[in-house]
C-alpha cells in the first residue's frame, strides 16, 4: 500500500508517494541527505540547488554503475564455477569404461 513520504533537503520541503518499506525509504532519504551534505562541504560560497541535485545525481548514477560491474563480474564468476561443478558431477556420474553394469 503507497503512503506519502514528507522530508525537507536544502531548506525545501519534498513528499512522494511509495510501496516502500518504511526501513529502505529512511535509507534511500539519508543516502541522498548524506551525499548533499558531501557535495557541499569544501565548496567555497553558495552552491546552487540545481548544481548539487546534479552532482548527487551523478555520485549516485558512479555507484550504480560500479555495483552492476561487480554484480556481473560475480555473476560471470557464479556461471563458471557452476559449469565446472556440473561437468565434475556429470563426470562423475557417468560409468567408466570397463564398469558399465
Known amino acids: 500500500m503507497e503512503r506519502l513520504v514528507r522530508f525537507e533537503l536544502l531548506g ?17 532519504l539519508d543516502l541522498v541527505k548524506g551525499l548533499v551534505e558531501e557535495n557541499l562541504t569544501g565548496a567555497s560560497g553558495s552552491i546552487p540547488v ?14 550504480y554503475f560500479e555495483l ?6 560475480y ?20 560409468p567408466k569404461k570397463g564398469e558399465e553394469h
Not at 548544481?51 to 545525481?57: D, G, Y
Open 12 to 28: 525545501q520541503e519534498y513528499s512522494f508517494y511509495t510501496g516502500a518499506p518504511e526501513n529502505e525509504v529512511a535509507d534511500i
Open 75 to 94: 555473476r560471470a564468476d557464479t556461471e563458471q564455477r557452476i559449469a565446472a561443478l556440473t561437468s565434475q558431477i556429470d563426470s562423475g556420474l557417468s
Open 68 to 73: 552492476k560491474s561487480n554484480f556481473d563480474t
Open 50 to 63: 540545481g548544481k548539487v541535485a546534479v552532482l548527487v545525481s551523478l555520485n549516485i548514477a558512479s555507484r
